[in-house]
């Protein structure tokens, strides 16, 4: 439930309720908005249904979180929360790209990339370290050698880093060389895995599962914020539908309709989406139209000889021209690129 406190409730009134709720083995989430002081009620509402809460001094009224999700819903938080990742905000007026190469496969193949995502206005690097790859033959990753590359990159360019994150035991590494971590939609429902983000002090980007619905995507990322870390940005990478043209099927109406129920940033990733580098642009176009905060887009500088993910991976001229491209989409909806 939610305690809407009145406009003039004084900090004493307010801590007298946060009192209660804890004596009841309950936890209180104060949302300070611009008009007025929420406290959500988070645990087993059992606890408190017989205490007049309604009737506390400074409590204009009680009403029922009705969603599933209560710490990222829009219900607790009116306002759209911004998530600040290495200094690169997401989630306010910029449109936010985040791009690189599906795996990190050398130095060199990495620095060129990142320079040249810089120089065409990208604010975030993405790069695989750890690849959850579908057959356990093929090329998974550089693990902690990819990070030294990503962390040299950052340097280079001063890019923020995002990366995946498949085992828990690696948080460490990611505490020490990226600046978010990626939760990959094979891990959007490892609960285990999800729970552990809690300690972790960076910024999650938690991709959808590509069979998970609006609402169990929502409530992978209440784990993450419930056991303590509110930094969540959503990525829509399709999800898997019985048309075959795409590698799964874009979901963009999931970008408004995520917007009513949470006031998390949700971004779009249109290269896991389709699969084809020549649908990049055309649904990036229409990801910024449909209110996305950002966008995840492979790159390699030869995508033909990409060790995973070619097909969907921009050249560096495609890159740059999507950027140029974009430009104007976003300014039409009122946002910066
Ligand atoms: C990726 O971003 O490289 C990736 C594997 O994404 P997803 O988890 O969306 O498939
Ligand atoms: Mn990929």
């Given at each position: 439930m939610i305690i809407v406190l009145k406009p003039t409730a004084t900090e004493e009134?307010?801590?007298?309720?946060?009192?209660?709720?804890?004596?009841?083995?309950?936890?209180?989430?104060?949302?300070?908005?611009?008009?007025?002081?929420?406290?959500?009620?988070?645990?087993?509402?059992?606890?408190?249904?017989?205490?007049?809460?309604?009737?506390?001094?400074?409590?204009?009224?009680?009403?029922?979180?009705?969603?599933?999700?209560?710490?990222?819903?829009?219900?607790?938080?009116?306002?759209?929360?911004?998530?600040?990742?290495?200094?690169?905000?997401?989630?306010?007026?910029k449109v936010v790209v985040g791009a690189g190469p599906c795996a990190v496969e050398n130095r060199e193949m990495l620095l060129e990339t990142a320079s040249l995502v810089s120089r065409c206005g990208a604010s975030l690097l993405r790069g695989g370290a750890f690849k959850p790859r579908t057959s356990p033959y093929s090329f998974q990753g550089l693990g902690e050698e990819a990070l030294k590359h990503l962390a040299e990159a950052r340097e280079k360019t001063g890019l923020p880093v995002v990366t995946e994150l498949m085992d828990p035991r690696d948080i460490p590494l990611i505490e020490k060389y990226a600046d978010m971590a990626q939760i990959g939609m094979r891990n959007m429902s490892n609960f285990a895995l999800l729970r552990e983000l809690g300690g972790l002090n960076k910024p999650i980007l938690l991709k959808r599962g590509n069979m998970a619905t609006v609402k169990e995507f929502l409530m992978s990322a209440e784990y993450i914020v419930t056991n303590g870390n509110a930094d969540v940005v959503?990525?829509?990478?399709?999800?898997?539908?019985?048309?075959?043209?795409?590698?799964?099927?874009?979901d963009l109406s999931a970008v408004p309709v995520i917007k009513q129920l949470s006031h998390l940033?949700?971004?779009?990733?249109?290269?896991?989406?389709?699969?084809?580098?020549?649908?990049?642009?055309?649904?990036?176009?229409?990801?910024?139209?449909?209110?996305?905060?950002?966008l995840l887009v492979e790159v390699h500088p030869d995508p033909e000889t990409a060790r995973s993910d070619g097909p969907q991976s921009l050249s560096p001229p495609q890159f740059e021209l999507l950027m140029k491209n974009l430009a104007p989409v976003a300014e039409s909806v009122g946002r910066e690129l």
């Open positions: 009134q307010k801590l007298h309720i946060i009192e209660k709720i804890e004596s009841l083995g309950l936890r209180p989430h104060v949302s300070v908005g611009v008009n007025r002081t929420l406290i959500g009620v988070i645990g087993p509402e059992d606890a408190v249904r017989n205490v007049p809460l309604a009737a506390f001094p400074g409590v204009e009224i009680v009403v029922p979180i009705l969603q599933p999700f209560k710490l990222v819903s829009r219900e607790l938080k009116e306002e759209d929360t911004v998530i600040n990742v290495g200094g690169v905000k997401i989630g306010g007026k959503l990525c829509e990478r399709g999800i898997r539908t019985f048309e075959t043209a795409t590698r799964n099927t874009a940033p949700v971004i779009v990733d249109p290269s896991h989406a389709t699969g084809r580098r020549d649908l990049i642009e055309p649904l990036s176009r229409a990801a910024i139209a449909v209110g996305a905060d950002g």
